[in-house]
């Protein structure tokens, strides 16, 4: 299976504030009723972006037509807490989100993402605020997450060092983020593993 | 230098680094239900795949079945999400518990019910509450869909291997506090993040003389401290449990206990990192926010953000309680209560059902509050009714309900209406948790849940019933 190489990419970004958002959050399990992933896209963040009570458009920044367009999401700290569920990164990637940035990420959402080819990378504090800004002075500025030289860019002329595990970088940029071939490859050794164990 | 029962189950798990640095690791058991498999087995028929091990997988029907009527769900999307799962359990041959089993229940019930759960093994299901088999010395944890596609296609899936820390809880545990106490209490210390990276073990003299059950509630929050599993180390307890269960290998026991055992960490293993609490400070502990890590000691107030550290801490406050509208600075005990909700897969087990009903023995809940009691698996409802204790809650007010997740995720139709407010034995109190996008969770121990039922508001246990000593005395 030859998998895309994700080693650049670039889009307008949106701002979601708040630190803790969870999976619920991303994607409340009422719409988690289905046999498969597609058609999730129209749910991301749903009972923050309608009001609960009247179903009217809330001031959620995806309800801004200023961010319409964008296709990468940053946040703050310990984003997509919660549910293992895939829901959740299915949800932001069938939406239109190419890629995440962060303070930082709960581990089973980074995992979830990074196998869906939707790279997550972490920022300090300051410059996820400093891109915040830039944003919304413009929401036309483009960000740039560059894997290969572990760089967020800003076409406003930022410049920060990112961070990701080596492990998702490199099998993003070599276009094995989606290990199914190489774990069925090793079906032998497997054998082997499980021969090994009395309980298998 | 010894190993801590985590790499021990690593080195033996382990089938080879990929080329992206992460671990092969092959899960010895794997569990589904009808929520977070279908995808899965849609991506294995599209790649053209078998289950390669169909007898390590085991599926049952949890988060969507209704708890009345439970064969009858009146929502067309729920009943196709049952009946994919039977469909796919029957075209790829994996073991299924459904309703007419007799052994249906939450997922993470069900497995150490059955004895499929075992020390010194590696668990991995499509739910993040996973880690509750780490009760047993299992490393257990939560996956994604694509892995669930993993585990079905290869019995194996990528991991990158997490550090471990060990938990040391010693002394007596004051009475009314409960395992669910002394979670709530590590994640309020640690915080909702702390765990991001690690396996916690937990250690100590009062794991030590938790039973089987407290364990399991204990493992079972360990991602609502961020980490991805925990576990106690295997003892006689665990291999008493476990002695005649359907899925242990009873011929030769005592060969397969001796095994599970060796799992254990030695006494000299290594820890990237080690936090001890002393017992005597944990108090029967209560969330006023909407995170896991919001908790107070009930005889605590809600915290005011005027008091907050940082700005960030400040904003989280506030969001925290402007959702639950809830004043700062104020007690929480005395809270009034619209819903009480008993069971899910932290505290829906017989001891949890136990130990509320001997305090609900004569009492009622209080006029103007729903109160529910869920059974976490068929087998605990039975063993509920065998003891008498369906009625005690009936008789109390309680409704008494068929096995599943109900209120905890709110899949099926048990939800809260509007901001109602619910006393909930569950694990999670995010925003709209509990099926209504406003309502508001506030989590805490069985007995506690009891008491805020019978006087109809946020109560300490303690001083609604009387305490005869230490609930997790020796
Ligand atoms: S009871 Fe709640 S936490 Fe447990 S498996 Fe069900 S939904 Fe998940």
Known sequence: MALEKITRISGRGVFVPGADIDTDRIIPARFMKCVTFDGLGE?????????????????????????????????????????????????????????????????????????????????????????????????AVEVTIDLEALEVRSSAGDSFPCRIPDSARDALVSGRWDPIQELLDNAPRTAEVAESLPYV | ???????????????????????????????????????????????????????????????????????????????DMIKAIRENCDEFGVTYFDLASGKQGIVHVVGPEQGITQPGTTIACGDSHTATHGAFGAIAFG????????????????????????????????????????????????????????????????FDRMSMEERMTVCNMSIEGGARCGYVNPDHKTVEYLNGRPYVDNDDFEATAERWL??????????????????????????????????????????????????????????????????????????????????SCTNGRLSDFREAAKFLKGRKVAPGVKAIAVPGSQIVAVQCQQEG?????????????????????????????????????????????????????????????????????VADAREVFEFPGSPVAA
């Open chain 2, 389 to 457: 204790l369906d009625k005690v809650f009936e008789e109390a007010g309680f409704e008494w309900r068929g096995a599943g997740c109900s209120m905890c995720l709110a899949m099926n139709p048990d939800k809260l209406v509007g901001d109602q407010i619910c006393a909930s034995s569950s694990n999670r109190n995010f925003k709209g948790r509990q099926g209504s996008p406003i309502g508001r969770t506030i989590l805490m121990s069985p007995v506690m849940v009891a008491a805020a039922a019978v006087t109809g508001a």
């Open chain 2, 143 to 206: 996956i994604g869909t694509t892995q669930v596609r993993d585990v079905l296609a290869t019995q194996t899936m990528a991991m990158e291997k997490l550090k471990v820390r060990r938990i040391e809880v010693n002394g007596e545990l004051p009475p009314g506090v409960y395992a669910k106490d002394v979670i709530l209490d590590i994640i309020r210390r640690l915080g909702a993040k702390g765990g991001i990276g690690y396996a916690y073990e937990y250690a100590g003299e009062v």
């Open chain 2, 1 to 79: 230098m010894g190993k801590s029962l985590y790499q021990k189950v690593w080195d033996a798990h382990a089938v080879g680094k990929l080329a992206d640095g992460r671990t092969q690791l092959f899960i010895g058991t794997h569990l589904i239900h009808e929520v977070t498999s279908p995808q899965a087995f849609g991506m294995l028929r599209d790649l053209g795949l078998k289950v390669k091990f169909p007898q390590r997988t085991f599926a049952t029907i949890d988060h969507i079945v209704p708890t009345v009527n439970q064969d009858q769900p009146a929502d067309p999307l729920a009943a």
């Open chain 1, 43 to 139: 749910y991301a963040f749903h009972d923050v972006r309608f009001d609960p009570e009247t179903g009217e458009k809330t001031e959620h920044p995806l309800n801004d037509e200023r961010f319409e367009d964008a296709s990468i999401l940053i946040a703050g700290v310990n984003f997509g807490c919660g549910s293992s569920r895939e829901h959740a990164p299915q949800s932001l990637s069938k939406y239109g989100f190419k890629a995440v940035i962060a303070q930082s990420f709960a581990e089973i959402f980074f995992g979830n993402s990074t196998t869906l080819g939707m790279p997550c990378v972490t920022l300090e504090a300051e410059q996820i605020d400093r891109l915040r800004q830039v944003i919304d002075e413009d929401p």
């Open chain 2, 262 to 343: 060796s799992f254990a960490s030695d006494a000299d293993a290594e820890y990237d990192d080690i936090v001890r609490i002393a017992a005597a400070e944990i108090e029967p502990t209560v969330t006023w926010g909407i995170s896991p890590d919001h908790g107070i000691a009930i005889s605590d107030r809600i915290p005011d953000p005027a008091g907050a550290a940082s700005e960030a801490e400040k904003a989280t406050i506030e969001e925290a309680l402007a959702y639950m509208k809830l004043p700062p600075g104020t007690p929480l005990k005395g809270v009034k209560i619209d819903v009480a909700f008993l069971g």
